[in-house]
């Protein structure tokens, strides 16, 4: 079955950079549109990154966009978040997800089990 | 970006009971929703897409209803296993947006 695994999460001092990783398996990662979708602790869901399957099409939400960057390497079945300029608020668990292809828009019917990032001095 | 509101934010109801829940986007946004159901330290499951269409494995109690700006969340027989914090989100939008959440306890 599908599986996704996120890594890289940790503890970082505000103004610091951290890449996380999400592993892909049991699937065609490189016909995956995927996406890093945070929740900070207590909070609802807040989705910040789209890469299409071959990375022509990028998409940011506003509260992210210039800090960080999404990438993937179909070769290695690995999606990456690359984080910088990060904040006190950027605090969450960040979980990567695979879009359904259902073809109504995003859909996410495939989740990593998250990674916590917690930006502190 | 488009605004998800769902209502209420928090309820309780006795198992058995019929339980519904709603959604407002702050534009129409056709059938594009989805429903998912997250519980404590778990991700978020996919339950309902498209507004009105079951995910496979789903329990056929949940069902989902709506279009344009306004859209519904029913379990028609509320279990223990139920209790969680349910989000709506708009896929119209490549600026995904997901709403407040609605959190379900059991009386």
């Known amino acids: 079955q599908v599986q996704l695994v996120e890594s890289g999460g940790g503890l970082v001092q505000p103004g610091g950079s951290l890449r996380l990783s999400c592993a892909v398996s049991?699937?065609?990662?490189?016909?995956?549109?995927m996406s890093w979708i945070r929740q900070a602790p207590g909070k609802g869901l807040e989705w910040i990154a789209y890469?299409?399957?071959?990375?022509?099409?990028?998409y940011y939400a506003d509260s992210v966009k210039g800090r960080f960057t999404i990438s993937r390497d179909n070769a290695n079945n690995s999606l990456f978040l690359q984080m910088s300029s990060l904040r006190a608020d950027d605090t969450a668990i960040y979980y990567c997800?695979?879009?359904?292809?259902?073809?109504?828009?995003?859909?996410?019917?495939?989740w990593g089990q998250g990674a916590l990032v917690t930006v502190s001095s | 970006d488009i605004q998800m509101t769902q209502s209420p934010s928090s309820l309780s109801a006795s198992a058995g009971d019929r339980v519904t829940m709603t959604c407002r986007a702050s534009?129409?946004?056709?059938?594009?929703l989805n429903w998912y159901q997250q519980k404590p330290g778990k991700a978020p499951k996919l339950l309902i897409y498209?507004?009105?269409d079951l995910q496979r494995g789903v329990p056929s109690r949940f069902s989902g209803s709506g279009s344009g700006t306004d859209f519904t969340l029913t379990i028609s027989s509320l279990q223990p296993e139920d209790v969680a914090t349910y989000y709506c989100?708009?896929?119209?939008?490549?600026?995904?947006?997901f709403g407040g959440g609605t959190k379900v306890e059991i009386k």
């Open positions: 997800a695979r879009e359904s292809g259902y073809g109504f828009g995003s859909t996410f019917d495939s």
């Open positions: 049991g699937v065609s990662f490189a016909d995956s549109i």
């Open positions: 890469i299409s399957s071959s990375a022509t099409t990028i």
């Open positions: 534009q129409s946004i056709s059938r594009y």
């Open positions: 498209a507004s009105s």
């Open positions: 989100q708009q896929s119209y939008s490549p600026f995904l947006t």
